[in-house]
């Protein structure tokens, strides 16, 4: 399974919106509503912002928000705050019963 | 509160077998649905999955790693050990072990992460 593409870097300024693209097959992304999106800072572990695909667990802001269109899984982070500079990675469960990260993007909040 | 934590060597030498130990706290892995997994990162790169056991001993691993992995679990230690053979340079990374449900597709809670560094 090969991973799933990312943008290397996106970035945006405080206040505005951004979306991170992420593209799979239709053996992962586009099979299954089980695309989940995390945010890792320089030297943390990550951490669970998005799951099913638009789901936010509890505690993550809603400025936060995930959705899909055939193999495209997109993140929005709206109203950018200095915070959200970090790196994001998606996530897909596969056809083979597995897991597929994506290359992972670098968000810089100018 | 839900903990996770690696252990292991931090320095193996190519061909060594690697042997990592996630010890958890807050649940159980005789628990139904629960389930743990390992991910790893070399340095300055990608996540990548790598292998997930559940409370029923149902296993998953990576295809591309397959050959390599053994994920077990010890239950009552609240313990899950991955081991990993023929370690090369390009396994250097960052190994996470993480907690997710049956039925649920995402890694809820995340170890710190161990730095394993293979040298000779």
């Known amino acids: 399974q090969s991973a799933l593409t990312q943008p290397a870097s996106v970035s945006g300024s405080p206040g505005q919106s951004i979306t991170i693209s992420c593209t799979g097959t239709s053996s992962d992304v586009g099979g299954y509503n089980y695309v989940s999106w995390y945010q890792q800072h320089p030297g943390k572990a990550p951490k669970l912002m998005i799951y099913?695909?638009?789901k936010r667990p509890s505690g993550v802001s809603n400025r936060f928000s995930g959705s899909k269109s055939g193999n495209t899984a997109s993140l929005t982070i709206s109203g950018l705050q200095a915070e959200d500079e970090a790196d994001y990675y998606c996530s897909s469960y596969t056809s083979s019963s597995t897991w597929v990260f994506g290359g992972g993007t670098k968000l810089t909040v100018l | 509160q839900i903990t996770l934590k690696e252990s292991g060597p931090t320095l193996v030498k190519p061909t060594q077998t690697l042997t990592l130990t996630c010890t958890f706290s807050?649940?159980?892995?005789?628990?139904?649905?629960?389930?743990v997994g390992w991910i790893r990162q070399p340095p300055g790169k990608a996540l990548e999955w790598l292998a997930l056991i559940y409370w029923n001993d149902d296993k998953r691993y990576s295809p591309s790693l397959k050959s390599r992995l053994t994920i077990t679990k010890d239950t009552s230690k609240n313990q899950v050990v991955l081991t990993m053979t023929n370690m090369d340079p390009v396994d250097t990374a960052t190994y996470y072990c993480?907690?997710?449900?049956?039925?649920?597709?995402?890694?809820?809670?995340w170890g710190q992460g161990t730095l394993v560094t293979v040298s000779s």
């Open positions: 099913d695909v638009s």
């Open positions: 807050g649940f159980s892995l005789s628990t139904s649905g629960v389930g």
């Open positions: 993480a907690l997710t449900w049956f039925g649920e597709f995402s890694f809820d809670y």
